[in-house]
């Protein structure tokens, strides 16, 4: 196996995909629709840019947080971490797991070589429960994204099928995940809103 020193930083994405296997999950790949989806569906979306997380290699996972959402990340070789973009430091699967778990989760998934440069490419994405999508990675402006209407979504793993030439290292850019406030939440903005319509009166 190849290991990935540093590259230019490309992005490609998925064109087609296949049905889930938990009719629960709806998959979406186009990123308006699937954001209004969330919507619809009284969910927020937060988004994960990785920014802070440093560039460079990580022998063992990372993680963060964001709109309180704890995320880590793992490959079995380690990570590779530029400009924003994670990837594996080894052609090998990528996992990303969520707690709490959310309802949506959605990013720009895809494949480099061992320089960041873009490789056209089959890849799989699959859910923790099952629930999967492969699609053809090409270009920058294509979009995956999930979204359950049951069970929460906890896990996502990204794993190369195949493509044209070498080794090919699983990538991801912005993940968005998709939140429903909690019951609670939901009372405290009704108790808002109701104290809201009293002040003006």
Wanted: proline share 4%; with cysteine; charged share 5%.
């Amino acid at each position: 196996m190849t290991s990935r020193i540093a590259g230019a930083v490309a992005v490609a994405a998925i064109a087609t995909c296949v049905s889930s296997s938990t009719a629960a999950v709806v998959t979406i790949t186009n990123q308006t629709l699937w954001t209004a989806f969330a919507n619809a569906n009284g969910a927020g979306v937060v988004t994960e840019t990785f920014s802070g997380v440093a560039d460079g290699f990580y022998a063992g996972s990372v993680s963060s947080s964001v709109g309180g959402i704890a995320w880590t990340a793992a490959a079995p070789g380690g990570l590779y971490v530029d400009q924003g973009l994670f990837s594996t430091n080894y052609p090998e699967p990528l996992t990303f797991t969520f707690a709490p778990g959310v309802q949506g989760v959605a990013g720009n998934i895809f494949g480099t070589d061992i320089n960041f440069n873009i490789v056209p490419s089959i890849v799989q994405v699959t859910l923790n429960d099952g629930s999967s999508f492969i699609g053809y990675a090409t270009a920058a402006s294509d979009f995956i994204g999930f979204y359950s209407t049951d069970a929460a979504i906890s896990s996502l793993t990204i794993t190369k099928l195949g493509n044209t030439t070498g080794g090919i290292f699983p990538t991801v850019d912005n993940l968005y995940f998709a939140v429903v406030p909690a019951p609670g939440a939901l009372a405290l903005l009704g108790v808002a809103g109701i104290i809201g319509r009293r002040s003006r009166r």
